[in-house]
T-cell receptor, first 115, second 109 residues
Framework: NAGVTQTPKFQVLKTGQSMTLQCAQD?????MYWYRQDPGMGLRLIYY???????DKGEVPNGYNVSRLNKREFSLRLESAAPSQTSVYFC??????????????FGEGSRLTVL | AQRVTQPEKLLSVFKGAPVELKCNYS??????LFWYVQYSRQRLQLLLR??SRESIKGFTADLNKGETSFHLKKPFAQEEDSAMYYC???????????FGSGTRLSIRP
């Protein structure tokens, strides 16, 4: 039981390049999330998916796209990377209902540097 | 707009001293509040939620709707409490969850 798995763990990009961060969870969770973590800014929600087939913008969606590929997988795409997107990205998932309702389970994070 | 505010970026206290990490929120609906913790080289994890009204690792937090606060408290700090703490808000029964900017707690021996 791996929980939430993110790939890659580290990536360096040049301005204008594109890339996709992959996230998968094996806990049969309904909801999945992408956050970015920046010093002094905390965790900011980029996009989330309440259930398979739906996605919604979070607090800082500009410059990103997401795909909820199936119940397990939720990817984050940077079409044209900018230095302002240098950050640590976290994927998380949660279950609706029951004792764990709303609790987020996080991946280890992906450190992205855009030069 | 909905917001979670953690006014202290860094809080440093001596071992054995009381700890209070502040969290204020703005939300017109019925909020669900959480505290998450990130220990060094570990994943972010849930510490406690207001619905449970429980004490975890000696920490408690009470939701004060009048003051729109959810402060985290511990009467006697321990060195292993040193970590990054985040307050989080879930919008009623929706899936959207937002976080504050975090407070780094440092416990001095």
């Amino acid at each position: 039981n791996a929980g939430v798995t993110q790939t890659p763990k580290f990536q360096v990009l040049k301005t204008g390049q594109s890339m996709t961060l992959q996230c998968a969870q094996d806990m049969n969770h309904n909801s999945m999330y992408w956050y970015r973590q920046d010093p002094g800014m905390g965790l900011r929600l980029i996009y989330y998916s309440a259930s398979e087939g739906t996605t919604d913008k979070g607090e800082v969606p500009n410059g990103y796209n997401v795909s909820r590929l199936n119940k397990r997988e939720f990817s984050l795409r940077l079409e044209s990377a900018a230095p302002s997107q240098t950050s640590v990205y976290f994927c998380a998932s949660s279950f609706r209902g029951g004792g764990q309702d709303g609790e987020l389970f996080f991946g280890e994070g992906s450190r992205l540097t855009v030069l | 707009a909905q917001r979670v505010t953690q006014p202290e970026k860094l809080l440093s206290v001596f071992k054995g001293a009381p700890v209070e990490l502040k969290c204020n929120y703005s939300y017109s609906g019925s909020p669900e509040l959480f505290w998450y913790v990130q220990y060094s080289r570990q994943r972010l994890q849930l510490l406690l939620r207001h619905i449970s009204r429980e004490s975890i690792k000696g920490f408690t937090a009470d939701l004060n709707k009048g003051e729109t606060s959810f402060h985290l408290k511990k009467p006697f700090a321990q060195e292993e409490d040193s970590a990054m703490y985040y307050c989080a808000l879930r919008y009623s029964s929706a899936s959207k969850i937002i976080f504050g900017s975090g407070t780094r707690l440092s416990i001095r021996p």
